[in-house]
């Protein structure tokens, strides 16, 4: 089991700047990918950013150059720098912990969400 908790969420004017927070209830360091996503109203939930225990990372099209994703293993904190917000980023912003186990079982463990929203 792993606990998430996100933090750093608000109101924002476009243009403007959030940094995202979640820290994990034990160490990130063995957890396979960490990811951020977002949920709309009215719309699936999407990934916009994932880091993996390597350091690689991936992200949205529509994020990409103005959203960084980051971890830091010794805080069990991932964090999701947000620049040049738009109106359209205004969602539930969901931190999500994937587990890859070597007998090839998945766990996936979530966060209860962070609110963000760029008003125009």
């Known amino acids: 089991q792993v606990g998430l908790v996100e933090s750093g969420g608000g109101l924002v004017q476009a243009g403007g700047s959030l940094r995202l927070s979640c820290a994990a209830s034990?160490?990130?360091?063995?957890?396979?990918?960490m990811g951020w996503y977002r949920q709309a109203p009215g719309k699936q939930r999407e990934l916009v950013a994932a880091i993996a225990s390597g350091g690689s990372t991936n992200y949205v099209d529509s994020v990409k150059g103005r959203f960084t994703i980051s971890r830091d293993n010794a805080k069990n904190t991932v964090y999701l720098q947000m620049n040049s917000l738009k109106p359209e980023d205004t969602a539930v912003y969901y931190c999500?912990?994937?587990?890859?186990?070597?007998?090839?079982?998945?766990?996936?463990?979530w966060g209860q969400g962070t609110q963000v929203t760029v008003s125009s």
């Open positions: 999500n912990a994937h587990i890859m186990l070597v007998s090839n079982d998945n766990y996936d463990y």
């Open positions: 034990k160490s990130i360091s063995s957890i396979n990918v």
